[in-house]
Protein backbone atom coordinates (compact mmCIF):
# COMPACT_ATOMS: atom_id res chain seq x y z
CA UNK A 1 0.00 0.00 0.00
CA UNK A 2 3.03 2.38 1.06
CA UNK A 3 3.81 1.94 -3.14
CA UNK A 4 0.69 2.49 -4.47
CA UNK A 5 0.79 5.87 -2.17
CA UNK A 6 3.89 7.29 -3.39
CA UNK A 7 2.97 6.07 -6.66
CA UNK A 8 -0.44 8.21 -6.67
CA UNK A 9 1.40 11.23 -5.06
CA UNK A 10 3.75 11.52 -7.90
CA UNK A 11 0.92 11.55 -10.19
CA UNK A 12 -0.67 13.70 -8.60
CA UNK A 13 2.37 16.31 -8.25
CA UNK A 14 3.26 15.72 -12.07
CA UNK A 15 -0.23 15.84 -13.87
CA UNK A 16 -1.95 17.87 -11.47
CA UNK A 17 -4.44 15.46 -10.30
CA UNK A 18 -6.21 18.30 -9.16
CA UNK A 19 -3.54 19.31 -6.61
CA UNK A 20 -2.88 23.13 -7.68
CA UNK A 21 -6.34 23.32 -9.32
CA UNK A 22 -8.32 22.84 -6.50
CA UNK A 23 -5.55 25.13 -4.24
CA UNK A 24 -6.27 27.80 -6.92
CA UNK A 25 -10.00 27.43 -6.69
CA UNK A 26 -10.16 27.79 -3.11
CA UNK A 27 -8.27 30.67 -3.29
CA UNK A 28 -10.18 32.15 -5.63
CA UNK A 29 -13.39 31.75 -3.78
CA UNK A 30 -12.36 33.00 -0.38
CA UNK A 31 -10.51 36.27 -1.90
CA UNK A 32 -13.71 37.12 -4.59
CA UNK A 33 -16.15 36.23 -1.19
CA UNK A 34 -15.76 40.16 0.25
CA UNK A 35 -16.36 42.07 -2.86
CA UNK A 36 -19.99 40.49 -3.18
CA UNK A 37 -20.77 41.89 0.64
CA UNK A 38 -18.10 44.68 1.05
CA UNK A 39 -15.64 45.16 2.98
CA UNK A 40 -17.11 44.98 6.80
CA UNK A 41 -14.92 43.43 9.11
CA UNK A 42 -17.10 42.11 11.33
CA UNK A 43 -19.69 40.42 8.80
CA UNK A 44 -16.41 38.95 7.39
CA UNK A 45 -15.67 37.15 10.23
CA UNK A 46 -18.72 35.95 11.17
CA UNK A 47 -19.62 34.33 7.91
CA UNK A 48 -15.69 33.39 7.24
CA UNK A 49 -16.10 29.90 8.78
CA UNK A 50 -19.19 29.02 6.90
CA UNK A 51 -17.43 30.15 3.76
CA UNK A 52 -14.17 28.81 4.22
CA UNK A 53 -15.98 25.26 5.06
CA UNK A 54 -18.08 25.94 1.50
CA UNK A 55 -14.72 26.58 -0.81
CA UNK A 56 -12.86 23.92 0.83
CA UNK A 57 -15.73 21.51 0.11
CA UNK A 58 -15.29 22.44 -3.21
CA UNK A 59 -12.25 22.04 -3.54
CA UNK A 60 -12.35 18.56 -2.50
CA UNK A 61 -15.28 18.32 -4.96
CA UNK A 62 -12.64 19.65 -8.03
CA UNK A 63 -10.49 16.89 -7.81
CA UNK A 64 -13.05 14.03 -7.59
CA UNK A 65 -13.46 12.36 -10.71
CA UNK A 66 -9.55 11.81 -11.19
CA UNK A 67 -9.29 9.38 -8.16
CA UNK A 68 -9.93 6.50 -10.37
CA UNK A 69 -10.24 8.05 -13.88
CA UNK A 70 -6.72 7.36 -14.68
CA UNK A 71 -6.25 3.91 -13.42
CA UNK A 72 -9.45 3.12 -15.44
CA UNK A 73 -8.48 4.13 -18.53
CA UNK A 74 -4.93 2.57 -18.54
CA UNK A 75 -5.78 -0.42 -17.30
CA UNK A 76 -3.99 0.01 -14.02
CA UNK A 77 -7.47 -0.70 -11.79
CA UNK A 78 -7.50 -3.89 -13.67
CA UNK A 79 -4.10 -5.23 -12.32
CA UNK A 80 -4.60 -3.61 -9.51
CA UNK A 81 -8.37 -5.65 -8.69
CA UNK A 82 -5.81 -8.91 -9.03
CA UNK A 83 -3.19 -8.09 -6.73
CA UNK A 84 -2.26 -9.16 -3.56
CA UNK A 85 -3.85 -5.74 -2.10
CA UNK A 86 -7.26 -6.22 -1.13
CA UNK A 87 -9.90 -3.42 -3.16
CA UNK A 88 -10.34 -2.21 0.18
CA UNK A 89 -6.86 -1.40 0.57
CA UNK A 90 -6.68 0.71 -2.55
CA UNK A 91 -9.47 2.61 -1.87
CA UNK A 92 -7.85 3.87 1.82
CA UNK A 93 -4.70 4.46 -0.38
CA UNK A 94 -6.58 6.51 -2.75
CA UNK A 95 -8.55 8.57 -0.35
CA UNK A 96 -5.99 8.74 1.66
CA UNK A 97 -3.66 10.58 -1.72
CA UNK A 98 -6.53 12.44 -2.61
CA UNK A 99 -6.94 13.93 1.18
CA UNK A 100 -2.69 14.52 0.85
CA UNK A 101 -3.05 16.52 -2.22
CA UNK A 102 -6.35 18.01 -1.39
CA UNK A 103 -7.52 18.55 1.92
CA UNK A 104 -3.89 19.09 4.12
CA UNK A 105 -2.94 21.64 1.57
CA UNK A 106 -6.34 23.48 1.87
CA UNK A 107 -5.60 23.76 5.67
CA UNK A 108 -2.24 24.52 5.64
CA UNK A 109 -3.89 27.68 3.31
CA UNK A 110 -6.53 28.14 6.11
CA UNK A 111 -4.42 30.58 8.47
CA UNK A 112 -3.71 32.83 5.74
CA UNK A 113 -7.08 33.33 4.14
CA UNK A 114 -8.98 33.50 7.76
CA UNK A 115 -6.12 36.66 8.52
CA UNK A 116 -8.02 38.08 5.01
CA UNK A 117 -11.63 37.43 6.26
CA UNK A 118 -10.84 39.15 9.54
CA UNK A 119 -10.42 36.18 11.79
CA UNK A 120 -9.63 36.19 15.38
CA UNK A 121 -6.14 33.54 16.20
CA UNK A 122 -8.84 31.84 17.95
CA UNK A 123 -11.26 31.59 15.65
CA UNK A 124 -8.57 30.33 13.05
CA UNK A 125 -7.48 27.96 15.17
CA UNK A 126 -10.76 26.23 16.00
CA UNK A 127 -11.45 26.50 12.29
CA UNK A 128 -8.14 24.76 11.41
CA UNK A 129 -9.48 21.89 14.12
CA UNK A 130 -12.94 21.46 12.70
CA UNK A 131 -11.12 20.70 9.06
CA UNK A 132 -8.92 18.31 10.40
CA UNK A 133 -11.79 16.37 11.60
CA UNK A 134 -13.92 16.87 8.77
CA UNK A 135 -11.78 16.89 5.71
CA UNK A 136 -10.76 13.14 5.64
CA UNK A 137 -14.77 12.31 5.40
CA UNK A 138 -14.78 14.82 2.49
CA UNK A 139 -11.95 12.35 0.81
CA UNK A 140 -13.07 9.19 1.70
CA UNK A 141 -16.97 9.72 0.72
CA UNK A 142 -15.48 11.31 -2.88
CA UNK A 143 -13.74 8.08 -3.43
CA UNK A 144 -16.75 6.17 -2.99
CA UNK A 145 -18.44 8.62 -4.91
CA UNK A 146 -16.00 8.72 -7.64
CA UNK A 147 -15.88 4.57 -7.75
CA UNK A 148 -19.55 4.67 -8.26
CA UNK A 149 -19.03 6.96 -11.51
CA UNK A 150 -15.85 4.88 -12.71
CA UNK A 151 -15.80 4.32 -16.69
CA UNK A 152 -18.40 6.28 -17.02
CA UNK A 153 -17.63 9.42 -19.87
CA UNK A 154 -18.12 12.70 -18.26
CA UNK A 155 -19.26 11.58 -15.05
CA UNK A 156 -17.96 14.47 -13.43
CA UNK A 157 -21.40 16.46 -13.27
CA UNK A 158 -22.77 12.98 -12.01
CA UNK A 159 -20.58 12.51 -9.56
CA UNK A 160 -21.01 16.02 -8.07
CA UNK A 161 -24.83 14.95 -8.01
CA UNK A 162 -23.72 12.14 -5.83
CA UNK A 163 -21.66 13.40 -3.46
CA UNK A 164 -22.70 16.44 -2.58
CA UNK A 165 -26.09 15.62 -0.72
CA UNK A 166 -23.67 12.81 1.50
CA UNK A 167 -21.49 15.93 2.00
CA UNK A 168 -24.33 17.72 3.97
CA UNK A 169 -23.81 16.09 7.28
CA UNK A 170 -20.01 17.05 7.31
CA UNK A 171 -20.28 20.49 6.33
CA UNK A 172 -22.98 21.13 9.04
CA UNK A 173 -21.21 20.17 11.62
CA UNK A 174 -18.11 21.27 10.71
CA UNK A 175 -18.99 24.84 9.76
CA UNK A 176 -20.82 25.15 12.84
CA UNK A 177 -17.96 23.92 15.22
CA UNK A 178 -15.92 26.75 13.43
CA UNK A 179 -18.75 29.35 14.08
CA UNK A 180 -19.15 28.02 17.87
CA UNK A 181 -15.83 28.06 18.84
CA UNK A 182 -14.88 31.21 17.03
CA UNK A 183 -17.45 32.69 18.93
CA UNK A 184 -16.40 31.80 22.08
CA UNK A 185 -18.88 29.19 22.78
CA UNK A 186 -19.07 25.51 23.45
CA UNK A 187 -18.21 23.24 20.42
CA UNK A 188 -17.13 19.90 21.58
CA UNK A 189 -20.43 18.83 20.57
CA UNK A 190 -20.34 19.25 17.23
CA UNK A 191 -16.79 18.29 16.76
CA UNK A 192 -17.51 15.18 18.56
CA UNK A 193 -20.30 14.78 15.49
CA UNK A 194 -17.91 16.10 13.13
CA UNK A 195 -15.50 13.15 14.29
CA UNK A 196 -17.94 10.66 14.44
CA UNK A 197 -18.77 11.33 10.85
CA UNK A 198 -15.62 11.09 9.80
CA UNK A 199 -15.04 7.98 11.46
CA UNK A 200 -18.23 6.08 10.46
CA UNK A 201 -17.66 6.95 6.50
CA UNK A 202 -14.03 5.48 6.90
CA UNK A 203 -15.32 2.17 8.76
CA UNK A 204 -17.98 1.33 5.57
CA UNK A 205 -17.54 3.40 2.60
CA UNK A 206 -13.91 1.34 1.97
CA UNK A 207 -16.11 -1.82 1.78
CA UNK A 208 -18.53 0.16 -0.50
CA UNK A 209 -16.90 1.29 -2.60
CA UNK A 210 -14.55 -1.87 -3.11
CA UNK A 211 -17.89 -3.50 -3.82
CA UNK A 212 -19.13 -0.78 -6.80
CA UNK A 213 -15.58 -1.14 -8.57
CA UNK A 214 -15.60 -4.81 -8.47
CA UNK A 215 -19.20 -4.23 -10.18
CA UNK A 216 -17.86 -2.08 -12.66
CA UNK A 217 -14.91 -3.74 -13.42
CA UNK A 218 -16.47 -6.74 -14.80
Aim: charged letters at 10%; one cysteine or more.
Amino acid sequence: MITLILRDLRIAVRAGGGFGLSLAFFFIIVIFFPFSIGPNLDLLSKVAPGTLWVGALLACLLSLERIFALDFEDGTLDLLATSPIPLEGVVIAKAFVHWLTTGLPLILLTPFLGVLLGLQTSGIIFLITSLIFGTPALSIIGTFGAALTVGIKRGGLLLSILVLPLYIPTLIFGAEAARRGSEGFEMQTSILLLLGVTLLSWAILPFAAASVLRINLR
